[in-house]
Antibody
Framework: QVQLVESGGGLVQPGGSLRLSCAVS????????MSWIRQAPGKGLEWIAY????????YYADSVKGRFTISRDNANNSLFLQMSSLRADDTAIYYC??????????????WGQGALVTVSS | DIQMTQSPSSLSASAGDRVTMTCRAS??????LNWYQQKPGKAPKLLIY???DLQRGVPSRFSGSGSGTDFTLTISSLQPEDVATYYC?????????FGGGTKVEIK
């Protein structure tokens, strides 16, 4: 079955950088459209970045635009999120999520377990 | 961005009750509306897509309806395992947005 496993989370100081990875298995990653979605402690879900299967189309939420970069390595079935200029309000669990391909916009039927990023001095 | 507003923010009902929650979009999104269930400490799980289509493996007691700006998620007979927070998400715009969630508890 489809499996998504995030890694790279941890504690980082304000202004610092961190790179998250998401390893995907059980499905053709090269055909998969992916996003990163985060959830601050005790809060709701926030979509932050989207990348098409060939990386030709990328979107960011305003809250992370210019600071975060989404990328992928189709040869190694991996998705990445490079985060820089981190702020306290970036503290959250970060999920990678794969679109279902149902053809009704972005619908996520597969999620990772999440990676906790804590921004604090 | 399209704003998604869910109500109520929380509800408490007895097992076996019919439960309904709503999601309103700030502009028309046709049927580009998905519902997710999130249990504490777990990743969200897709329940309903395209407003009313049941995801494979999801119990038939869950149903969705609506189009345009107003949507509803109904649990026909609340079960203890349905205790969770439910989120709507619009997929009309590539800049995806979620509602604030409805937390469902058992009395």
């Amino acid at each position: 079955q489809v499996q998504l496993v995030e890694s790279g989370g941890g504690l980082v100081q304000p202004g610092g950088s961190l790179r998250l990875s998401c390893a995907v298995s059980g499905v053709s990653f090269a055909d998969s459209i992916m996003s990163w979605i985060r959830q601050a402690p005790g809060k709701g879900l926030e979509w932050i970045a989207y990348i098409s299967s060939s990386a030709t189309t990328i979107y960011y939420a305003d809250s992370v635009k210019g600071r975060f970069t989404i990328s992928r390595d189709n040869a190694n079935n991996s998705l990445f999120l490079q985060m820089s200029s981190l702020r306290a309000d970036d503290t959250a669990i970060y999920y990678c999520a794969r679109e279902s391909g149902y053809g009704f916009g972005s619908t996520f039927d597969s999620w990772g377990q999440g990676a906790l990023v804590t921004v604090s001095s | 961005d399209i704003q998604m507003t869910q109500s109520p923010s929380s509800l408490s009902a007895s097992a076996g009750d019919r439960v309904t929650m709503t999601c309103r979009a700030s502009q028309s999104i046709s049927r580009y509306l998905n519902w997710y269930q999130q249990k504490p400490g777990k990743a969200p799980k897709l329940l309903i897509y395209a407003s009313s289509d049941l995801q494979r493996g999801v119990p038939s007691r869950f149903s969705g309806s609506g189009s345009g700006t107003d949507f509803t998620l109904t649990i026909s007979s609340l079960q203890p395992e349905d205790v969770a927070t439910y989120y709507c998400q619009q997929s009309y715009s590539p800049f995806l947005t979620f509602g604030g969630g409805t937390k469902v508890e058992i009395k």
